[in-house]
T-cell receptor, first 114, second 112 residues
Framework: DTGVSQNPRHKITKRGQNVTFRCDPI?????LYWYRQTLGQGPEFLTY????????KSRLLSDRFSAERPKGSFSTLEIQRTEQGDSAMYLC????????????FGPGTRLTVT | GEDVEQSLFLSVREGDSSVINCTYT??????LYWYKQEPGAGLQLLTY?????DMKQDQRLTVLLNKKDKHLSLRIADTQTGDSAIYFC????????????FGTGTRLTIIP
């Protein structure tokens, strides 16, 4: 396994459209995290899964955002009715359960909303 | 709430040591991490330190933790051009919430 992968790498969409991103974690990792990174800032936590269960959601995750991990493997993050403020890099990370929770990040999906 | 602060920029001559500093506020932080981000790439985990340690060394990297002052530093010995990147410190908690809280990152520039 070569690491966390994310698709697509880049997405340009018009305001109001829906978009979906995919993350494939490292195969033996049962924890999966989504973060958002805007220009000049560090990543901000959005949500995380342990296996298929979504255990926490940030208040940053508005009702337009939904994440799933149906079989405890890959995850999808959907944004409905995109807004220009959604433009950011969306990062996925995975880890094994248990300390020290070394989170390994994928390359990210850069979303541009026009 | 949690807050992590870093200076934004650092310039160092090639071959010198780089020291990147970070302060955090969450006293319940269990682990503190350093990540490296190169242009157009994701974050690479460099090293981490458990909160009951005060130092960790890993090849050219030395992490120092002053838990009393909530101050963390990353020293890179013999800095090379390939070390040019943005360095993020992050804190994590071991109390059922393993999200990471990141600083804004320090952009390290190497002067030839």
């Amino acid at each position: 396994d070569t690491g966390v992968s994310q698709n697509p790498r880049h997405k340009i969409t018009k305001r109001g459209q829906n978009v979906t991103f995919r993350c494939d974690p490292i195969s033996e990792h049962n924890r999966l995290y989504w973060y958002r990174q805007t220009l000049g800032q560090g990543p901000e936590f959005l949500t995380y899964f342990q296996n298929e269960a979504q255990l926490e959601k940030s208040r940053l995750l508005s009702d337009r955002f939904s994440a799933e991990r149906p079989k405890g493997s890959f995850s999808t993050l959907e944004i409905q009715r995109t807004e220009q403020g959604d433009s950011a890099m969306y990062l996925c990370a995975s880890s094994l359960q248990g300390s020290p929770y070394e989170q390994y990040f994928g390359p990210g999906t850069r979303l541009t909303v026009t | 709430g949690e807050d992590v602060e870093q200076s934004l920029f650092l310039s160092v001559r090639e071959g010198d040591s780089s020291v990147i500093n970070c302060t955090y506020t969450d006293s319940s932080s269990t682990y503190l991490y350093w990540y490296k981000q190169e242009p157009g790439a994701g974050l690479q985990l460099l090293t981490y330190i458990f909160s009951n340690m005060d130092m960790k060394q890993d090849q050219r990297l030395t992490v120092l933790l002053n838990k009393k002052d909530k101050h963390l530093s990353l020293r890179i010995a013999d800095t090379q051009t390939g070390d040019s990147a943005i360095y993020f410190c992050a804190e994590g908690s071991d109390f059922g919430n393993e999200k990471l809280t990141f600083g804004t990152g320090t952009r390290l520039t190497i002067i030839p």
